[in-house]
């Protein structure tokens, strides 16, 4: 069983910055790969971004590539996402998830943390 926990979110101007950490604890040694999805007001959920544990490998969604970076901290059991030139758009509910087997679906998902960006 893994646990995840979201934090860094808040209020921020459009063009900001800022950046979530999901700390992992439990089963760390079985990660294989963390991303992050978002979910606005009506909205469905999103991908986000994703880096595979072992190599580092990194996957974008579309409106967030060249701002948006994810990366790791092997000794920290915990993932990062560094959000820069923030728009409105990109206001919603982050949430962290991991996949502890080398397939598409991710097996453990965090509470979420909300990012609000104001115009």
């Known amino acids: 069983q893994v646990q995840l926990v979201e934090s860094g979110g808040g209020l921020v101007q459009a063009g900001g910055s800022l950046r979530l950490s999901c700390a992992a604890s439990?089963?760390?040694?079985?990660?294989?790969?963390m991303g992050w999805f978002r979910q606005a007001p009506g909205k469905e959920r999103e991908f986000v971004a994703a880096?595979?544990?072992?190599?580092?490998?990194?996957n974008y969604g579309d409106s967030v590539k060249g701002r948006f970076t994810i990366s790791r901290d092997n000794a920290k059991n915990t993932v990062y996402l560094q959000m820069n030139s923030l728009k409105p758009e990109d206001t919603a509910v982050y949430y962290c998830?991991?996949?502890?087997?080398?397939?598409?679906?991710?097996?453990?998902w965090g509470q979420g943390t909300q990012v609000t960006v104001s115009s």
């Open positions: 439990g089963g760390t040694f079985s990660l294989w790969r």
């Open positions: 998830a991991t996949a502890v087997t080398p397939t598409i679906n991710y097996d453990y």
């Open positions: 880096i595979w544990w072992g190599s580092g490998s990194t």
